[in-house]
C-alpha cells in the first residue's frame, strides 16, 4: 500500500473557483446596461456620446458600489471575447473536373511606369484543376478590363473554361431584391464564348479559394524585387512571363504533375470562337480646335471634321475614331489624366500650311517625338512651311515618322551637312527600292556600250579616290 501510495502522482484541481466578493449580480447588470445603452447610441451615430470604461467605473462608484477600474475592465473584455467567439469550421477538400471551373478575381498592384507612381487593378484567373494562373494588368476596375481580361485569357489558353466563378464584383453582378443577375458586360460574354457562369455567397472567400491565394502568390512572385518599369506594356511582358515560370513548375510535391494537369485542363475545355469585341461605342462632337473630349481627356482629328460628329470605339488602353462613313480617321493611345489634351500634327496638317506662323508654338510640334522636334529646330525653324510640306507628302505616301529619320541618316551618312525637302523626299524613295533589272530585249549592243563606258568611269573615279591612279579624261566615253 505505501509502494502503491508513493507511486501516485499528485492531483491538483484544474482551477480555483473563488467567489467573487466585488463583482456582484448587480455590478454585472449595471456594466450590462450601459454596454447595450452604448450599442443604442451607435446605431443612432451618437459615437462621441458612448461611455468609456472610465465613465462605467465612474458610474458604478457614484452609485456606492466598491469594485476597482481594473475589475471593470477585465469583465468588459470577457464579455467581448465571449461575444466574438466563434467554432472553427471544418473544411471539405473538392474535386474539380479538367477545363471545368475557373475563378476570377481582381487585385491591387503599385508600379512605379516610367518614374511615376502608379496604381493598377491586376485581373487574376486560376483554373481549378490544374492550379494554371494567368493575370492582366489594367488602369480601372471597369467593365472595359472586365471583359478585355477575359478576351486575353481565353486566347492565351485558346479554350473557354466550361464554367467561370466569381464573387460579388459590380462589373459581374446586379444585386436586386429577387437575387443576383449578370451584368449586360457578362451576359454578352456568355453568349458569344458559351460559358456558364456562378456566383459566391457574400462574405465567403473559400467558395473560390484557388484565386484568392493566386492574386496574393502572384502579386508577391511579380511585384516584389522589381516595381520600376518603363512602360504599362513593359509592366504586363514581365507579368506575363512569371506567369508562365509559375505555369512550368515542378520543384514540389504539389506542382510535380502541374504540367500535365494542365495539359488536361486545356484539352477539356470549350471551342475557342475567337477574340471578343470589347469596347464601348461613344459619340461625340469636334470642337473648334480640332478635338473630342472622352472621359475628361481631349483628343484630335483631322482638322476637315471640325463641327461634326465621329464615333469613338473606346478600348481600356486605345481608342479609335471613325466618321460618318464609318471610315477610321483616327487613333490615340486612352490617358487617364482628366484635363488633359493629346495632338497629332497630322490632324492640323491643311490649317498649319495656310498658317504657317502658327506652327513654332504650337501644341501638336512640342507632343511630336523629340528627334522630329529636333529635326525641325535644327534645319526648319525658319522655314516651317517646307518642314509642312514633308510631312504632307509623307502622309500621302504612307511614311511614318520613322522612315524619315531612316532617311535623315542616310542623307549625314553621305556627309551632308544641311538637309532640305527634297533630299529626305528622295532618300524615302530610294530607301526601299531594289536593284534595276533588264530584260534580255534591252541589252543592246548599244546598251552593253554604255554599261562598259560607266564601269570604265566608275574604275577610274575609284581610282582618284584611293590615289592609285591617274584621271584619264580620254577613256571617258559618255
Same mark, same amino acid.
Given at each position: 500500500g505505501i509502494e502503491r501510495c508513493l507511486q501516485q502522482k499528485p492531483v491538483y484541481p484544474s482551477c480555483r473557483k473563488s467567489e467573487r466578493t466585488r463583482l456582484? !449580480? &448587480?455590478?454585472?447588470? /449595471?456594466?450590462? *446596461?450601459?454596454? $447595450?445603452?452604448?450599442?443604442?447610441?451607435?446605431?443612432?451615430?451618437?459615437?462621441?456620446?458612448?461611455?468609456?470604461?472610465?465613465?462605467?467605473?465612474?458610474?458604478?462608484? =457614484?452609485?456606492?458600489?466598491?469594485?476597482?477600474?481594473?475589475?471593470?475592465?477585465?469583465?468588459?473584455?470577457?464579455?467581448?471575447?465571449?461575444?466574438?467567439?466563434?467554432?472553427? /469550421? &471544418?473544411?471539405?477538400?473538392?474535386?474539380? $473536373?479538367?477545363?471545368? =471551373?475557373? $475563378?476570377?478575381?481582381?487585385? =491591387?498592384?503599385?508600379?512605379?511606369? !516610367?518614374?511615376?507612381?502608379?496604381?493598377?487593378?491586376m485581373a487574376v484567373f486560376a483554373l481549378c484543376h490544374s492550379e494554371g494562373r494567368w493575370a492582366y494588368l489594367f488602369r480601372h476596375q471597369d467593365n472595359l478590363a472586365f471583359m478585355e481580361s477575359h478576351r486575353n485569357f481565353f486566347h492565351d489558353v485558346h479554350g473557354v473554361p466550361h464554367t467561370m466563378v466569381y464573387d460579388n464584383m459590380k462589373v459581374a453582378v446586379i444585386l436586386k431584391p429577387d437575387g443576383k443577375q449578370p451584368t449586360d458586360s457578362l451576359t454578352r460574354m456568355c453568349t458569344f464564348y458559351g460559358f456558364n457562369f456562378r456566383f459566391c455567397n457574400a462574405r465567403a472567400g473559400w467558395e473560390k479559394g484557388h484565386v484568392e491565394r493566386s492574386v496574393d502568390y502572384v502579386r508577391g512572385r511579380a511585384f516584389t524585387t522589381r516595381i520600376n518599369f518603363d512602360s504599362v506594356e513593359a509592366a504586363q511582358q514581365w507579368l506575363s512571363r512569371i506567369c508562365e515560370g509559375i505555369n512550368r513548375e515542378t520543384g514540389s510535391v504539389a506542382t510535380g504533375r502541374k504540367p500535365e494537369a494542365l495539359r488536361r485542363d486545356i484539352d477539356a475545355m470549350l471551342h475557342f470562337p475567337g477574340d471578343f469585341g470589347c469596347f464601348d461605342m461613344i459619340t461625340c462632337s469636334v470642337d473648334k480646335q480640332s478635338t473630342i473630349c472622352v472621359k475628361g481627356c481631349h483628343y484630335s482629328v483631322p482638322d476637315c471634321l471640325v463641327g461634326q460628329s465621329v464615333t469613338v470605339q473606346l478600348y481600356s488602353e486605345r481608342l479609335n475614331i471613325y466618321d460618318t462613313d464609318h471610315k477610321k480617321v483616327a487613333g490615340h493611345e486612352r490617358s487617364y489624366d482628366k484635363g488633359s489634351w493629346h495632338f497629332d500634327i497630322n490632324h492640323y496638317l491643311d490649317t498649319l500650311i495656310r498658317k504657317p506662323g502658327a506652327l513654332k508654338g504650337s501644341v501638336a510640334l512640342k507632343q511630336m517625338p523629340q528627334k522630329m522636334q529636333d529635326l525641325f529646330r535644327v534645319? *526648319?525653324?525658319?522655314?516651317?512651311?517646307?518642314?509642312?510640306?514633308?510631312?504632307?507628302?509623307?502622309?500621302?505616301?504612307?511614311?511614318?515618322? !520613322?522612315?524619315?529619320?531612316?532617311?535623315?541618316?542616310?542623307?549625314?551618312?553621305?556627309? &551632308?551637312?544641311?538637309?532640305?525637302?527634297?533630299?529626305?523626299?528622295? &532618300?524615302?524613295?530610294?530607301?526601299? #527600292?531594289?536593284?534595276?533589272?533588264?530584260?534580255? $530585249?534591252?541589252?543592246? /549592243? #548599244?546598251?552593253? =556600250?554604255? /554599261?562598259?563606258?560607266?564601269?570604265?568611269?566608275?574604275?577610274?573615279?575609284?581610282?582618284v579616290m584611293c590615289g592609285n591612279g591617274s584621271y584619264n579624261t580620254g577613256r571617258m566615253d559618255i
Amino acid at each position: 500500500g505505501i509502494e502503491r501510495c508513493l507511486q501516485q502522482k499528485p492531483v491538483y484541481p484544474s482551477c480555483r473557483k473563488s467567489e467573487r466578493t466585488r463583482l456582484t !449580480d &448587480a455590478v454585472c447588470s /449595471e456594466i450590462d *446596461y450601459w454596454l $447595450e445603452e452604448n450599442a443604442r447610441r451607435r446605431l443612432k451615430r451618437l459615437h462621441k456620446q458612448c461611455l468609456k470604461r472610465q465613465d462605467i467605473h465612474r458610474v458604478l462608484i =457614484e452609485k456606492g458600489y466598491d469594485i476597482s477600474y481594473s475589475s471593470v475592465c477585465k469583465y468588459i473584455q470577457r464579455r467581448n471575447e465571449a461575444k466574438t467567439r466563434k467554432p472553427k /469550421e &471544418a473544411f471539405i477538400k473538392q474535386y474539380y $473536373e479538367p477545363g471545368q =471551373e475557373c $475563378e476570377f478575381d481582381w487585385g =491591387e498592384v503599385k508600379l512605379y511606369i !516610367d518614374g511615376k507612381l502608379t496604381t493598377f487593378t491586376m485581373a487574376v484567373f486560376a483554373l481549378c484543376h490544374s492550379e494554371g494562373r494567368w493575370a492582366y494588368l489594367f488602369r480601372h476596375q471597369d467593365n472595359l478590363a472586365f471583359m478585355e481580361s477575359h478576351r486575353n485569357f481565353f486566347h492565351d489558353v485558346h479554350g473557354v473554361p466550361h464554367t467561370m466563378v466569381y464573387d460579388n464584383m459590380k462589373v459581374a453582378v446586379i444585386l436586386k431584391p429577387d437575387g443576383k443577375q449578370p451584368t449586360d458586360s457578362l451576359t454578352r460574354m456568355c453568349t458569344f464564348y458559351g460559358f456558364n457562369f456562378r456566383f459566391c455567397n457574400a462574405r465567403a472567400g473559400w467558395e473560390k479559394g484557388h484565386v484568392e491565394r493566386s492574386v496574393d502568390y502572384v502579386r508577391g512572385r511579380a511585384f516584389t524585387t522589381r516595381i520600376n518599369f518603363d512602360s504599362v506594356e513593359a509592366a504586363q511582358q514581365w507579368l506575363s512571363r512569371i506567369c508562365e515560370g509559375i505555369n512550368r513548375e515542378t520543384g514540389s510535391v504539389a506542382t510535380g504533375r502541374k504540367p500535365e494537369a494542365l495539359r488536361r485542363d486545356i484539352d477539356a475545355m470549350l471551342h475557342f470562337p475567337g477574340d471578343f469585341g470589347c469596347f464601348d461605342m461613344i459619340t461625340c462632337s469636334v470642337d473648334k480646335q480640332s478635338t473630342i473630349c472622352v472621359k475628361g481627356c481631349h483628343y484630335s482629328v483631322p482638322d476637315c471634321l471640325v463641327g461634326q460628329s465621329v464615333t469613338v470605339q473606346l478600348y481600356s488602353e486605345r481608342l479609335n475614331i471613325y466618321d460618318t462613313d464609318h471610315k477610321k480617321v483616327a487613333g490615340h493611345e486612352r490617358s487617364y489624366d482628366k484635363g488633359s489634351w493629346h495632338f497629332d500634327i497630322n490632324h492640323y496638317l491643311d490649317t498649319l500650311i495656310r498658317k504657317p506662323g502658327a506652327l513654332k508654338g504650337s501644341v501638336a510640334l512640342k507632343q511630336m517625338p523629340q528627334k522630329m522636334q529636333d529635326l525641325f529646330r535644327v534645319h *526648319y525653324v525658319d522655314n516651317g512651311k517646307d518642314f509642312l510640306g514633308l510631312l504632307k507628302y509623307c502622309q500621302q505616301k504612307g511614311h511614318d515618322y !520613322d522612315d524619315i529619320l531612316k532617311a535623315v541618316k542616310i542623307i549625314r551618312m553621305r556627309g &551632308a551637312r544641311h538637309i532640305n525637302t527634297d533630299q529626305i523626299k528622295v &532618300a524615302l524613295e530610294t530607301m526601299n #527600292a531594289g536593284p534595276i533589272t533588264f530584260s534580255e $530585249e534591252q541589252r543592246t /549592243e #548599244a546598251f552593253l =556600250e554604255i /554599261e562598259m563606258g560607266s564601269e570604265d568611269v566608275l574604275s577610274q573615279l575609284d581610282a582618284v579616290m584611293c590615289g592609285n591612279g591617274s584621271y584619264n579624261t580620254g577613256r571617258m566615253d559618255i
